[in-house]
């Protein structure tokens, strides 16, 4: 099957300003979330994209035999935008999902930051594989680094796919998280991240609509993520708080 945005330019839905969009192929080709970084959070260090063709090769080099996976388990799941030639669920043993990215833009600005998914050590995490066509391998995977590696903290590297069963599937490249980054916050607990994601917003909106979107494209494909079902309970609970505070102050 192929597996692509149903927008082939610019945004879906509505555009920035914390309305909801998502990223399609043609953004992506286009090369401007380089600049709805910048609008964010001018002060980003962003990877170029001469760095990201050279992690690009580095991790080419280290293929193994068999057919190219990408593994989704954030925005891959419900936004895939990806040529595929195959899609099925499967598992990583090793790594668990968790927001320990700490991010400025497109979900988050400098003044308030937010978190990106990542795959952390330990664990285990069930996702959506995605299996490419040989020769569309190098042109979907420069996609998938202007849209993984816009700032630097995850780290693409190879990891075994099994299915529910356990039975082999393949290998995949997978966007992990590097612990000695700066941009890692993985000590937060589970309050500080609902805090972050119940305040943050970019141009690509809200960290919380990211948080929702996942939570309903991991059900859809029948993944049922308990850590992520109490996040976005307390998420509800910060922002009906908040708006609750606003509308007092509004009437006094």
């Not at 700490?102 to 995490?125: F, H, K, N, V």
């Not at 980054?181 to 991240?193: D, M, S």
Request: charged content about 25%; some cysteine; aromatic content about 6%.
């Amino acid at each position: 099957m192929t597996t692509r945005n149903a927008e082939p330019d610019g945004f879906a839905e509505e555009q920035g300003n914390g309305a909801g969009s998502v990223l399609t192929r043609g953004l992506l080709e286009s090369g401007l979330l380089d600049t709805l970084v910048a609008a964010d959070d001018p002060m980003a260090r962003r990877v170029t994209e001469i760095e990201r063709l050279a992690s690009l090769r580095e991790t080419l080099a280290l293929r193994p035999d068999g057919d190219v996976w990408v593994f989704g388990y954030g925005s891959l799941v419900w936004n895939a935008a990806i040529d595929a030639v195959e899609k099925r669920l499967a598992r990583v043993v090793g790594w668990h999902r968790a927001f320990c990215l700490s991010i400025t833009a497109l979900r988050a600005t400098a003044e308030q930051p937010g978190l990106m998914l990542s795959l952390d050590r330990g664990g285990q995490s069930c996702g959506v594989a995605y299996r490419l066509a040989e020769d569309v391998v190098e042109r979907e995977l420069r996609l998938l680094w202007r849209r993984e590696m816009v700032i630097a903290g995850y780290v693409p590297r190879w990891v075994p796919l099994v299915d529910a069963e356990g039975h082999g599937i393949g290998t995949a490249i997978a966007f992990t998280t590097d612990a000695a980054h700066p941009l890692y916050a993985g000590g937060l607990g589970e309050t500080g991240i609902a805090h972050r994601l119940a305040t943050a917003a970019g141009s690509l909106g809200s960290n919380a609509e990211y948080l929702d979107r996942t939570c309903d494209g991991l059900q859809a494909a029948g993944i049922f993520d308990p850590a992520l079902g109490r996040l976005k309970d307390e998420v509800r609970r910060i922002r009906r708080a908040s708006r609750g505070r606003s509308a007092t102050q509004l009437a006094s």
